[in-house]
Structures are given as C-alpha cells and as structure tokens.
C-alpha cells in the first residue's frame, strides 16, 4: 500500500507481513541505515492533538491509529509493518483501505476482563475503561455546525467494525487546516483524505454516515487503545477526547495489567 503522510507530506510504500510467533508487532522504518524497529507498545507512545506516533531511541513513526486499529480488528498479533517513510499514509482518511488489505477476516484480538474501573480527565475532556462483560467503545463529540453533538458506540460481536467503523473519515475545519499549513504541517492534506468543514457546511460531502465525524473519533479511540494488543474486555468511554487523552489511558491500562499503579 502506498500514499503519502497527510502531516509530513512524504511518501511511503507500507508492506504489511507476518513475524514469528510470540514475536509481537512493529514498524520497520525501512529507509533508515539499519532498518530501525520500533516495537507498538503504549510505552513508546508519543501522542499528540492530531495523531499518535512511537518514538524509540529517537527513530520515530506517525500516524499509526487507522492501521492499528485495523491489525487490532483482525487479531494480527505477530506482524511486521515495514514503510519506508516516517508517517503512514493517510490513504483516504479511514481505515478502510486497510481492513480491505488485511482481508475479510475478523477476529479482534479481545483480553481478559477489566478488574477495575479507571477514569482520567483533561479539563471538560474524559476518558474511561468501566468493568463490562462485553468489549464496548462508546464516543460523545461536541463541535461547531455542521458535525454538532452526539454519541456513537460499537460493541465487538454485536456490529461490524468493517461496516460501522472503518469507513470514517477523519476532518477538520477549513480555518484549522489553514492555520496547519500556514505552520508547515498537513503538507499531504486535501480534500480526497478528510471532510472539511467551513461556515456550517461541508465542502466535500456526501458523508458516509449521517454521525461519520463521531464514528472517526471512535475509529481513532480503538486505535489508540490498539497498541495494547489484547484489549481488556470493558467499557471505553471517551467525551471530547483526543489522541493525547487516549493514549494516558492506554498507557495507565498496561501499567496496571503489569502490577503498577496507574497513571493520572
């Protein structure tokens, strides 16, 4: 799969293959001397606002959250991304094109049950991990017209995260995304990989879903919590949340699973 990084600008050919067993998941920056590997894991989380990346010993990778949320959903739990190029392609903003690559199969890979309840808070943003007999990921939004307020939530084996989730395209306002460019950033950005909003109306529509915004913040939300691996079976709620948000608890859950107190 190839495409360019919707933040960096660069181009990256990304080949997806199986490691041995017991072996994990990585990123290979196959452009670097030495071909680099960067293990996924919440520890070398670099989150920031408008995506998640892993940094180790100063090689980095961005924009991993649409990829990682479609390994996640099918249970590829040995595998070696190898991309020569510092982000993953945006493609078309969604996670669609990956799942499509990865096959039909579906098999998320679901952990034991949560022992306890967490929740973290950044201002009026929160996240939370509830004790629940089933794996659900729930997202409430609040923005300005056209996207508005709502919520939306997927529960594994009750809906398809291949029809209900995937297809979501992320977006942005037109303002935002000038100011981005003005700054150096969204260099590979335009309106074949984003909705973009302006003065209450979209300027690319038709919309996927009538809540696709809500539905790409909760792509992202499983993405994030992805780089656990097996996702503990709870309820995950998050309200006007964000990469950084999601990633404090992704990184709180695998302290705790490890016997460390939680963070936040």
């Given amino acids: 799969m190839a495409g ?22 990585c990123f290979v920056r196959t452009d670097l001397p030495g071909a ?27 924009t991993i959250e649409h990829l990682m949320a479609a390994l996640w959903n099918a249970g590829a739990q040995d595998v070696r991304v190898e991309l020569d190029g510092p982000e993953v392609p945006i493609l078309d903003g969604s996670a669609a094109p990956w799942v499509d690559l990865l096959g039909a199969r579906s098999c998320p890979w679901v952990g034991p049950p949560l022992r306890r309840p967490l929740v973290l808070r950044e201002g009026s943003s929160w996240v939370a991990a509830l004790v629940s007999q089933e794996l659900r990921f729930s997202c409430g939004i609040e923005f300005p017209d056209p996207i508005g307020a709502g919520w939306v939530s997927f529960a594994v084996g009750r809906g398809s995260f291949r029809d209900e989730v995937a297809p979501a395209r992320t977006f942005a306002g037109r303002s935002e995304v000038e100011r981005l460019r003005a700054s150096g950033g969204l260099r590979g950005g335009d309106l074949t990989c984003a909705l973009v909003f302006d003065e209450g109306r979209w300027l690319n529509p038709p919309l996927r879903f ?10 992202d939300f499983i993405g994030d919590l992805a780089l656990l691996g097996a996702i503990p079976r709870a309820h995950y709620v998050a309200f006007r949340a964000g990469h950084r948000l999601h990633g404090r608890l992704a990184l709180a859950l695998a302290r705790g699973a490890t016997g460390a107190p939680p963070a936040g």
């Avoid at 960096?8 to 017991?22: L, S």
């Avoid at 590997?37 to 180790?56: C, D, F, G, K, Y």
């Fill in 36 to 62: 680099p590997v960067i293990p996924v894991s919440p520890a070398a989380l670099r989150p920031s606002v408008l995506s998640t990346a892993l940094e180790v010993r100063g090689v980095s990778v961005q």
């Fill in 4 to 25: 360019r990084g919707v933040h960096t600008g660069h181009p990256a050919q990304v080949r997806i293959v199986a490691a041995a067993p017991g072996s994990g998941r």
């Fill in 210 to 219: 009538a809540d696709e915004p809500a539905r790409h913040k909760l792509l």
